[in-house]
């Protein structure tokens, strides 16, 4: 089993930047792609941005594409999000997520982290 443990959310303006980690235990998470997915209030859970085991791929929403960076350190078995020019609508609770073989852009992830809140004031 793969338990996954986010932090860094929290309280930002609007314009500022957080920096959300996924630290993996149980499992070496290396083999696994990992995504990061996030769930405002009243909306389905959607992908933010996923990484492949080798970091040689990777997957971006359009709403955060040239503001996010995924990334992952192998050797920490930990999965970082750096989140720039943050909006109000990137308010969210963000999840880490991981899964064996390749990244997909679904929920079709087999371990889930029990989420950050992020929450962006205008």
């Known amino acids: 089993q793969v338990q996954l443990v986010e932090s860094g959310g929290g309280l930002v303006q609007a314009g500022g930047s957080l920096r959300l980690s996924c630290a993996a235990s149980?499992?070496?998470?290396?083999?696994?792609?990992m995504g990061w997915f996030r769930q405002a209030p009243g909306k389905d859970r959607e992908i933010v941005a996923a990484?492949?085991?080798?970091?040689?791929?990777?997957y971006y929403a359009d709403s955060v594409k040239g503001r996010f960076t995924i990334s992952r350190d192998n050797a920490k078995n930990t999965v970082y999000l750096q989140m720039n020019s943050l909006k109000p609508e990137d308010t969210a609770v963000y999840y880490c997520?991981?899964?064996?073989?390749?990244?997909?852009?679904?929920?079709?992830?087999?371990?889930w982290g029990q989420g950050t809140q992020v929450t962006v004031s205008s």
């Open positions: 990484i492949g085991w080798s970091a040689g791929s990777t």
């Open positions: 149980g499992r070496t998470v290396s083999s696994y792609a």
């Open positions: 997520a991981a899964r064996r073989f390749g990244v997909v852009v679904t929920t079709d992830y087999a371990y």
